[in-house]
């Protein structure tokens, strides 16, 4: 993770810290690749020019000595002039130990064949942020006018 994102988390999250490679369960940690698959991921993630970073964070336990209890949020960090990022936090509903990973998914032209919604295919001019575990495997998708379209890819 680039540094000056690092720093830009710790000003925004500073009870989080970045989920390591021990954190996943045994399947998950076996999938891990440092910058394209696993907690740390890099692309550019909005409509502007500059790599974004989104990596998964994990906060103190909620109920003291209970690992479960462990939150996880994704952060994402936008890239900016002069190696300047802006963070932010969304919320899952996942906790510790953590059994999902996060992926780059390249701009394209994807099929989302599990989604109910939508019947043509949903096209990409960014990068998403994309979920996988051994139960499912989806993306949110960014559109130009803010709205974000989810693609389950995988059951």
């Known amino acids: 993770m680039p540094s000056a994102a690092l ?9 989080y810290r970045l989920v390591r490679r021990s ?4 399947d998950e940690a076996a999938n891990v690749v440092e910058g ?10 909005n409509y ?14 909620t109920i003291a000595g209970v690992p479960s209890s462990r939150p996880i949020k994704l952060a994402i960090c936008y890239g900016g002039v002069h190696g ?20 780059r998914v390249p701009a394209g032209t994807y099929n989302c064949p ?5 019947d043509e295919p ?23 006018d803010g709205g974000s379209y989810t693609c389950l890819t995988g059951d």
């Open 36 to 45: 394209v698959s696993g907690a740390v991921i890099l692309g550019r993630f």
């Open 114 to 118: 599990y989604d109910d919604k939508r």
């Open 122 to 144: 949903l096209v990409t001019t960014i990068d998403s942020i994309g979920w996988t575990s051994e139960k499912a495997s989806w993306f949110e998708a960014v559109a130009p």
């Open 84 to 103: 300047a990022y802006r963070c932010v936090l969304k919320k899952t509903d996942r906790s510790f130990p953590v059994d999902f990973r996060l992926e």
């Open 48 to 61: 502007d020019a500059f790599v974004d970073v989104a990596a998964l964070v994990i906060g103190p336990a």
């Open 23 to 26: 954190d996943f369960t045994e």
């Open 7 to 15: 720093r830009a988390l710790k000003v925004k999250a500073p009870q």
